[in-house]
């Protein structure tokens, strides 16, 4: 198998700097740099549309030492499930905790596999009798679906210890006269950080903050490439992608993910490149929250906001955009709705296509050198791998969900969110020159015809930067208080995934080269943390 171990000199664009050495960068005054991204506004409910800050990194970070020790963050991720005694499903999850209610991605087999993270903030789980309830159900395209089985699992006895629960549990389906039938497991992990110890976490990330910062940066970030493979959760990306764009290294990080991801692929023994960057890895999560940083008020306000507007102006009028006859309304006119989304999806890729001078450059420049690496390293020529980061991993995203970026009203309204679904899949497989085969969406392959020619060209002149061009987002200074937080996520990131890091990190030429363990960051790195369970 090929090495994917790479320098920094190979894969960093021209007009970086190398990554510094440990030193300080504490700010003599509150605002570090003129030209440095903003504070870490609201996580989920973004800006207010004109550009002022709904919620800062202290609203979001804020945790003070007068919280008992029995409230905190809750953290559940629902890997997979053994199914038995079903015919062949299209399962999911629904996940409820208290007026909490998550649902995970369909998968059409018995062993379904979801790897779904959420966190919600609780509070007396000590004393709780609440219960996490878990239930499996067949999604069924036409009718309701129906419930295969559930799991209950007590919040209390989770919590109780602050240590991370991995485990399988019985799933069972309560038949007539209350009979109970066991319908297989599911495997569940959770944890609960409470409250005092991020305030420890907080802490270390304060008082060492200089150590930590420049450990980030440091060795050709290995120690941030390896925990954004240990961890999927979505903080970790945001938060790292604006320490490493205070410090214009963002793009230098992205492309070494984005090189070992090439290199990881390649080593398969059938690797079909059509496929590579179309999941959740380490290198399209930072690659996407990138592009939402650089972008967000400039492109995709320019383009998405009109259309969330144009859409609910429609359904505020009655007019509705289902094209499944099984979901039509009373009253409801197929044919005109037809109609009604193909103009509307004509008018929204007509000005994607004419959108490129709107991407900021360096957007562009990054498309460009992916492209150079894909041919290079790869040897592929097809384009698919550079739609597949534009339209799957960013550009679709935020066109089915505005509202998580600020983008729209912070709860949309549902015949909006459908009606963007249905728009979000029409591109997909436009620009994946893909033919529908289902019924209700076959008006809708004229349009695959017409533009997936034209989409071609497009990301052609994406992958061909020209001198100047749209800047990135301008975002207001950062202040040391902003950047010890945003450390304080990385620092809380570290603890939990501290063991598979180390274990791995202490295999890799650039720690396991020093004779002296006590000279090894690695060593500081752990003994940060020596404190927090006392």
Request: charged share 25%; with cysteine; aromatic share 10%.
């Amino acid at each position: 198998m090929a090495s994917s171990r790479v320098r920094l000199s190979d894969v960093c664009f021209p007009d970086m700097n190398a990554a510094p050495q440990w030193k300080s960068i504490r700010p003599s005054s509150p605002s570090v740099s003129n030209t440095s991204p903003p504070p870490l506004s609201s996580w989920h409910e973004g800006m207010d549309g004109r550009g002022n800050k709904s919620l800062t990194v202290t609203d979001l970070m804020r945790r003070t030492w007068s919280e008992s020790y029995s409230s905190g963050t809750f953290t559940v991720r629902v890997v997979e499930a053994r199914i038995v005694d079903e015919k062949l499903p299209d399962a999911y999850c629904v996940i409820q905790l208290g007026v909490l209610r998550e649902k995970t991605s369909v998968e059409r087999s018995l062993t379904p596999s979801w790897n779904y993270d959420f966190s919600v903030e609780v509070k007396g789980v000590s004393e709780s009798k609440e219960d996490i309830l878990i239930e499996i159900k067949n999604h069924n395209r036409v009718g309701k679906n129906h419930l295969i089985a559930v799991c209950h699992l007590p919040l209390s006895s989770l919590c109780e210890d602050e240590r991370v629960h991995d485990d399988w549990y019985p799933i069972v389906k309560v038949g007539k006269g209350d009979k109970i039938k066991d319908k297989g497991s599911i495997h569940i992990v959770t944890n609960f950080l409470s409250t005092v110890r991020k305030n420890k976490l907080f802490a270390i990330a304060n008082k060492h903050f200089d150590f930590l910062f420049s450990l980030m940066f440091d060795r050709n970030f290995i120690v941030v490439m390896t925990l954004c493979h240990l961890c999927k959760e979505a903080d970790l990306s945001i938060s790292l992608v604006r320490l490493f764009n205070f410090k214009k290294l963002a793009l230098n990080l992205i492309a070494f993910l984005i090189h070992k991801e090439m290199m990881d692929f390649k080593a398969k023994e059938r690797p079909d490149f059509n496929t590579l960057f179309r999941g959740n890895c380490a290198a399209t999560r930072m690659a996407r929250e990138y592009f939402y940083l650089t972008s967000k008020w400039g492109y995709l306000k320019k383009y998405i906001r009109p259309l969330v507007e144009d859409i609910t102006l429609h359904i505020s009028y009655g007019n509705s955009f289902e094209v499944d006859e099984a979901r039509l309304k009373k009253g409801e006119n197929l044919a005109a709705n037809i109609a009604r989304l193909q103009t509307t999806v004509r008018h929204f890729l007509e000005q994607i296509l004419n959108s490129m001078d709107a991407l900021p450059v360096n957007t562009r420049k990054f498309f460009a050198k992916l492209r150079k690496d894909l041919w290079e390293l790869c040897g592929v020529q097809s384009l698919i791998p550079i739609s597949n980061i534009f339209f799957l991993r960013y550009l679709c995203p935020a066109v089915m969900l505005p509202n998580t970026l600020g983008l729209a009203p912070k709860t949309l309204d549902p015949d909006v969110a459908r009606a963007l679904t249905l728009l979000a899949k029409i591109i997909q497989n436009t620009v994946g020159n893909c033919q529908f085969h289902e019924p209700a969406m076959a008006p809708f392959n004229c349009i695959v015809d017409a533009y997936s020619g034209r989409f071609q060209e497009f990301l052609l002149n994406l992958c061909t930067p020209k001198e100047g061009g749209q800047a990135d987002d301008q975002r207001a200074p950062y202040t040391q208080e902003d950047l010890e937080k945003l450390v304080s996520v990385v620092v809380l990131k570290v603890h939990q995934h501290l063991d598979p890091l180390c274990e791995i990190l202490c295999k890799d030429p650039a720690f396991s080269s020093f004779k002296n363990l006590h000279e090894s960051p690695l060593f500081h790195l752990g003994n940060l943390f020596a404190d927090v369970n006392t």
